[in-house]
């Protein structure tokens, strides 16, 4: 027993010992230590896989000059516990991956002041925190615009995580594109309230497959929904990667994002001494996502879809074009007006038409 | 198919990986064992039953890949629990814990990799029958499978000799050994049961309910498991009827939400938990189930003590 307990307080000493040397004590000659917090496995094929890429694209960019550290499946709640211990092995760069993650990333940040934050999502920025996210609605729009040109029964079904403003006016989005092509386009909403659960995703597609709905748009991360409507001979959109090889059936197109390109450049900024604090929010034409190659179309449904994607990316087209009319029959923005961004991240109605209860 | 029948028969899809397990679990705690690991035994059975499937390009293979995996981690189970007589909670808590863990390195090169699930398998005539044919009769094996663990359980336990020296084990260890009976080994197989039938429920997952693998895609399903057999009193029928009252309110919130139904989505989102307890609650008390319990359940045996 005591030769264990001398063996522990062995490591442990070694483990500290470690820990120490792993300080930047010359932090110039020393790589820059980008520290990654992912509210989901690594291997969700969705959101955090995603993130995960950008951080190999990353490496492979700067090489030697950055060492990254990847803390997978953080819950809210410790995402603090994760970003103190990160900062003080001497992570000068965290990127903080989720919405969920942005409120306690406001909370450390005055507490670990030469750590550089960088918040994917969130409502405001500080001293070192940094925001950054992309205008996915615009994807979610074309989606709205094949939804109604491939549904037989006029019915989307969405399943989404949470009521929070990025969901929100993404299904207000999806069904803005639907009615540009055929008025009478319905939407059905399962709240699954996970970002990501297997199991409860795959479910909620059968129930809405089973009410008729024959097109999935999800706002969860895991490829079950996709996989289902292709085994149920319905189509479907991949979520944040290119989902094709899971529905090679059903699959219409995803909505790919891309976070290296962002990556490098905050981490050349860190190392040049030019950080300052940003607020990026880039569309279509940014970088940060594209829609995948579409599948399962016509030539004529694709090149429509392309072409809508385009209108977007360069501007002619915009889906917070005025009129705006709430479920309750209020107008928020009259014809001619246009939603501004604080007003789009802020949306937490439901549009005229849309008739689905609102988790409060 | 009409809209009963495929509510009907997504229900039992969802509920069977929670059957097979729960039927398990009470298999184990007749013979006096609580076994905690639940939720690590049917994540290893649902990594290691992907993985097999995927090298083996057979899913019948990953699933007796994933049985044995289950009793694998079971075995780890039962050197601590009866060889060394170690404390049931703490060590199943850590079979859970270890499970996930082990189950992600295990399953990490198959990330990405996706399988078609497994092919229905009709029963001819009876999956003609009217309004349940096809619900009970079109389904999966594992399906099949549950039914069978099912009346075998109820069988084996109250009806048959080895049954009762099952349970004898389980109501009173001292008494079993007195007779000459071997607790020891009969709970090693009663353990050993409990893993295959965890690692079949993982199967269910990995390769028909959502044929991929992600780390954690159990999702506390052991847990809800390991609730139904307490809940159920320790009676197969009962637990059966768990498994489905908590799988139908899960299926039915889903499309009471896709429906429009005006109730916070989160309050539906408890609904299954809540009335399963509540149900097996009333039956509990009705039946004077409280006295149902294995008298040996979680008590470590030492045969010279």
Same mark, same amino acid.
């Given at each position: 027993?005591?030769?264990?307990?001398?063996?522990?307080?062995?490591?442990?000493?070694?483990?500290?010992?470690?820990?120490?040397?792993?300080?930047?004590?010359?932090?110039?000659?020393?790589?820059?230590?980008?520290?990654?917090?992912?509210?989901?496995?690594?291997?969700?094929?969705?959101?955090?896989?995603?993130?995960?890429?950008?951080?190999?694209?990353? !490496?492979?960019?700067?090489?030697?000059?950055?060492?990254?550290?990847?803390?997978?499946?953080?819950?809210?709640?410790?995402?603090?516990?994760?970003?103190?211990?990160?900062?003080?092995?001497?992570?000068?760069?965290?990127?903080?991956?989720?919405?969920?993650?942005?409120?306690?990333?406001?909370?450390?940040?005055?507490?670990?002041?030469?750590?550089?934050?960088?918040?994917?999502?969130?409502?405001?920025?500080?001293?070192?925190?940094?925001?950054?996210?992309?205008?996915?609605?615009?994807?979610?729009?074309?989606?709205?615009?094949?939804?109604?040109?491939?549904?037989?029964?006029?019915?989307?079904?969405?399943?989404?995580?949470?009521?929070?403003? !990025?969901?929100?006016?993404?299904?207000?989005?999806?069904?803005?594109?639907?009615?540009?092509?055929?008025?009478?386009?319905?939407?059905?909403?399962?709240?699954?309230?996970?970002?990501?659960?297997?199991?409860?995703?795959?479910?909620?597609?059968?129930?809405?497959?089973?009410?008729? =709905?024959?097109?999935? =748009?999800?706002?969860?991360?895991?490829?079950?929904?996709?996989?289902?409507?292709?085994?149920?001979?319905?189509?479907?959109?991949?979520?944040?990667?290119?989902?094709?090889?899971?529905?090679?059936?059903?699959?219409?197109?995803?909505?790919?994002?891309?976070?290296?390109?962002?990556?490098?450049?905050?981490?050349?900024?860190?190392?040049?001494?030019?950080?300052?604090?940003?607020?990026?929010?880039?569309?279509?034409?940014?970088?940060?996502?594209?829609?995948?190659?579409?599948?399962?179309?016509?030539?004529?449904?694709?090149?429509?879809?392309?072409?809508?994607?385009?209108?977007?990316?360069?501007?002619?087209?915009?889906?917070?074009?005025?009129?705006?009319?709430?479920?309750?029959?209020?107008?928020?923005?009259?014809?001619?007006?246009?939603?501004?961004?604080?007003?789009?991240?802020?949306?937490?109605?439901?549009?005229?038409?849309?008739?689905?209860?609102?988790?409060? | 198919? *009409?809209?009963?029948?495929?509510?009907?028969?997504?229900?039992? *899809?969802?509920?069977?990986?929670?059957?097979?397990?729960?039927?398990?679990?009470?298999?184990?705690?007749?013979?006096?064992?609580?076994?905690?690991?639940?939720?690590? %035994?049917?994540?290893? $059975?649902?990594?290691?039953?992907?993985?097999?499937?995927? /090298?083996?390009?057979?899913?019948?293979?990953?699933?007796?890949?994933?049985?044995?995996?289950? %009793?694998?981690?079971?075995?780890?189970?039962?050197?601590?629990?009866?060889?060394?007589?170690?404390?049931?909670?703490?060590? $199943?808590?850590?079979?859970?814990?270890?499970?996930?863990?082990?189950?992600?390195?295990?399953?990490?090169?198959? /990330?990405?990799?996706?399988?078609?699930?497994?092919?229905?398998?009709?029963?001819? /005539?009876?999956?003609?029958?009217?309004?349940?044919?096809?619900?009970?009769?079109?389904?999966?094996?594992?399906?099949?499978?549950?039914?069978?663990?099912?009346?075998?359980?109820?069988?084996?336990?109250?009806?048959?000799?080895?049954?009762?020296?099952?349970?004898?084990?389980?109501?009173?260890?001292?008494?079993?050994?007195?007779?000459? &009976?071997?607790?020891?080994?009969?709970?090693?197989?009663?353990?050993?049961?409990?893993?295959?039938?965890?690692?079949?429920? $993982?199967? &269910?997952?990995?390769?028909?309910?959502?044929?991929?693998?992600?780390? $954690? %895609?159990?999702?506390?399903?052991?847990?809800?498991?390991?609730?139904?057999?307490?809940?159920?009193?320790?009676?197969?029928?009962?637990?059966?009827?768990?498994?489905?009252?908590?799988?139908?309110?899960?299926?039915?919130?889903?499309?009471?939400?896709?429906?429009?139904?005006?109730?916070?989505?989160?309050?539906?989102?408890?609904?299954? &938990?809540?009335?399963?307890?509540?149900?097996?609650?009333?039956?509990?008390?009705?039946?004077?189930?409280?006295?149902?319990?294995?008298?040996?359940?979680?008590?470590?045996?030492?045969?010279?003590?």
């Amino acid at each position: 027993m005591q030769i264990n307990r001398r063996q522990v307080l062995g490591g442990a000493t070694a483990l500290a010992g470690a820990a120490t040397l792993g300080q930047p004590v010359f932090a110039q000659s020393n790589p820059l230590q980008v520290g990654f917090i992912y509210v989901g496995p690594v291997g969700d094929f969705g959101w955090s896989t995603m993130h995960d890429l950008g951080r190999k694209r990353l !490496e492979e960019v700067m090489g030697p000059a950055v060492k990254t550290t990847v803390v997978e499946s953080v819950a809210a709640n410790d995402m603090e516990r994760v970003a103190t211990q990160l900062g003080r092995q001497g992570h000068r760069l965290i990127f903080t991956t989720s919405f969920s993650f942005f409120q306690p990333t406001m909370r450390v940040a005055p507490t670990l002041p030469n750590v550089f934050f960088e918040s994917a999502t969130g409502t405001q920025t500080a001293a070192n925190v940094s925001l950054y996210n992309a205008r996915f609605y615009e994807g979610r729009y074309v989606q709205g615009v094949i939804a109604a040109r491939k549904s037989k029964s006029k019915t989307i079904g969405y399943i989404a995580a949470f009521p929070v403003p !990025e969901v929100i006016h993404a299904i207000n989005t999806v069904m803005r594109g639907a009615w540009s092509v055929d008025p009478a386009m319905k939407i059905r909403v399962i709240w699954v309230n996970a970002w990501f659960n297997p199991g409860r995703e795959a479910d909620a597609a059968r129930a809405l497959i089973d009410q008729g =709905c024959d097109v999935i =748009c999800q706002h969860t991360d895991s490829p079950a929904p996709l996989q289902l409507a292709n085994e149920r001979g319905v189509f479907g959109f991949g979520q944040a990667s290119d989902m094709t090889r899971f529905a090679p059936k059903a699959h219409l197109t995803s909505s790919v994002n891309s976070w290296g390109d962002y990556y490098v450049e905050r981490a050349k900024a860190v190392i040049a001494g030019s950080w300052t604090p940003g607020d990026v929010w880039g569309g279509l034409n940014s970088g940060l996502f594209k829609l995948a190659p579409f599948t399962n179309m016509t030539p004529e449904e694709a090149s429509e879809a392309q072409r809508i994607a385009d209108a977007i990316s360069t501007g002619r087209l915009h889906p917070f074009d005025g009129p705006i009319v709430r479920a309750d029959g209020s107008t928020v923005v009259p014809a001619g007006g246009r939603l501004t961004d604080d007003q789009i991240r802020a949306q937490n109605y439901f549009y005229r038409g849309i008739e689905v209860a609102l988790p409060s | 198919m *009409t809209m009963f029948e495929a509510i009907l028969l997504t229900i039992i *899809t969802a509920s069977t990986p929670l059957l097979i397990a729960a039927i398990g679990q009470l298999v184990v705690e007749r013979s006096g064992v609580l076994n905690l690991g639940m939720e690590g %035994m049917m994540i290893m $059975g649902a990594a290691c039953g992907f993985a097999a499937a995927i /090298v083996s390009g057979n899913s019948y293979i990953g699933v007796l890949a994933a049985i044995a995996a289950g %009793m694998g981690m079971a075995l780890i189970f039962a050197a601590l629990t009866l060889g060394l007589a170690a404390n049931q909670v703490a060590s $199943g808590l850590a079979l859970s814990i270890f499970g996930l863990g082990l189950s992600g390195v295990i399953g990490a090169p198959f /990330v990405g990799a996706r399988r078609d699930t497994m092919a229905r398998l009709d029963l001819p /005539v009876l999956s003609d029958l009217p309004v349940i044919g096809k619900a009970l009769f079109g389904q999966d094996p594992f399906v099949y499978a549950s039914f069978a663990l099912v009346i075998g359980v109820w069988w084996f336990p109250g009806r048959t000799k080895p049954g009762l020296i099952l349970r004898a084990c389980g109501e009173s260890h001292a008494s079993a050994h007195a007779l000459g &009976y071997p607790v020891l080994k009969i709970r090693l197989l009663a353990i050993l049961f409990g893993g295959a039938c965890a690692g079949l429920a $993982g199967a &269910y997952l990995s390769l028909v309910y959502t044929p991929f693998w992600s780390p $954690g %895609m159990t999702a506390g399903r052991g847990w809800i498991a390991l609730a139904i057999v307490v809940f159920a009193s320790w009676l197969p029928w009962r637990a059966m009827a768990g498994a489905y009252l908590f799988g139908g309110i899960t299926i039915l919130q889903l499309h009471a939400q896709g429906a429009g139904v005006k109730i916070p989505s989160q309050a539906m989102a408890a609904l299954p &938990y809540l009335v399963t307890i509540i149900a097996l609650v009333i039956i509990m008390s009705r039946r004077g189930g409280q006295q149902s319990a294995p008298a040996s359940l979680g008590v470590p045996f030492v045969p010279d003590r």
